[in-house]
């Protein structure tokens, strides 16, 4: 089989793997929840590519990505739910349906009130596959505003998420400053944990979380991406301490063989280099 351009390449690809008596036996032992944790993976690897700039990454890891895609609708073919044409199908409906102003007779003359048509189309989708679920027996999606968040998102996301809901009827801060102090608040308590004996893990996990939680907000009070600003610093600190190997190399040491004194001096020489 050679490579090709064309999709349906691809999809016979994944159905020679998944076949039971000629595939590879590592795919087609797999099934939907154990390779979502790959799809997720590849997401993330995509965002890597974006964040570092490197379109020859980029290109490679929408391929990763996109055979995600085909993975899960081939295994969805197998048990008779659906195929990779029905998501195309899907996904190109939902895409029309929510451009009215591009591909009908609707006008959109700001990106916000493209957007509001946007959301308002999404609601009547929502309701219309609500229907459809309840028409099947399916169990209907939980009520209430914070609902709407998916779960599967990753925490901090899902965090923002939930905090930009909220605030859309007025549960929110109007000032970074209050939220800073709320941090504040939560590193109180979380040291109240750590002073407590004996230690209570269940309620260090608790206080932790909500630190977490409140430095967030402050992001999105910033108008920032906390999964970018995290990414950012474990950069700088993958460099800054690939920097301190380099050093001791030097002398023919390891971090292991150096002091924690020695190598904070030469966090901060890596500090002051990086300004």
Same mark, same amino acid.
């Given at each position: ?90 996904? /190109? ?57 998916? /779960? ?124």
């Amino acid at each position: 089989m050679t490579p090709s351009r064309d999709i349906a390449r691809l999809i016979e690809i994944m159905a020679a793997l998944r076949d039971p008596a000629t595939g590879c036996p590592w795919d087609v032992e797999q099934d939907f929840r154990s390779i979502a944790p790959y799809t997720i993976e590849e997401a993330y690897e995509v965002a890597d590519a974006i964040e570092r700039d490197d379109p020859v990454d980029l290109c490679e890891e929408l391929g990763d990505l996109l055979l995600q895609v085909v993975y899960h609708a081939r295994m969805a073919e197998e048990a008779g739910l659906f195929a990779f044409g029905d998501v195309v199908e899907a996904i /190109t409906r939902k895409m029309i349906r929510r451009h009215p102003h591009v591909f009908g007779d609707a006008e959109a003359r700001s990106a916000r009130s493209a957007k509001g048509q946007w959301e308002r189309i999404k609601a009547e989708e929502k309701a219309e596959r609500a229907a459809s679920k309840a028409a099947h027996g399916l169990p209907a999606p939980p009520a209430g505003l914070l609902a709407q968040v998916p /779960t599967a998102l990753p925490a901090l996301e899902r965090a923002v998420r939930l905090q930009a809901k909220a605030g859309t009827v007025g549960f929110d801060w109007n000032d970074p400053k209050a939220v800073l102090a709320k941090i504040r608040e939560e590193l109180d308590e979380i040291e109240a944990e750590i002073d407590r004996a004996p230690p209570d893990p269940e309620a260090r996990r608790d206080e932790l979380g909500d630190v977490l939680f409140a430095v967030a907000n402050l992001a999105r009070h910033l108008a920032l991406d906390p999964e970018g600003a995290l990414r950012q610093a474990n950069e700088k600190f993958r460099r800054r301490f690939a920097h301190i190997e380099r050093r001791l190399a030097e002398t023919g040491r390891a971090p292991a063989q150096a002091s924690l004194e020695e190598m904070e001096t030469i966090w901060q020489e890596a500090k002051t280099a990086a300004r």
